[in-house]
């Protein structure tokens, strides 16, 4: 049996986030990532 499991990358819980300069979003550069599984529902059984 074969498991397709969904990750995606977001900014680690430790880290402080900084708004860009002109408010449009997140910066993102020189920040830790780490993976998060997305278990709700989004296994698919092979």
């Known amino acids: 049996m074969k498991i397709l499991l969904s990750v995606k990358r977001?900014?680690?819980?430790?880290?402080?986030?900084?708004?860009?300069?002109?408010?449009?979003?997140?910066?993102?550069?020189n920040v830790k990532m780490s993976m998060k599984t997305l278990l709700r529902g989004s296994g698919i059984f092979c």
């Not at 900014?11 to 979003?25: A, E, L, P, Q």
């Open 10 to 29: 977001v900014v680690d819980y430790n880290v402080k986030i900084r708004v860009k300069s002109d408010g449009t979003g997140v910066e993102l550069a």
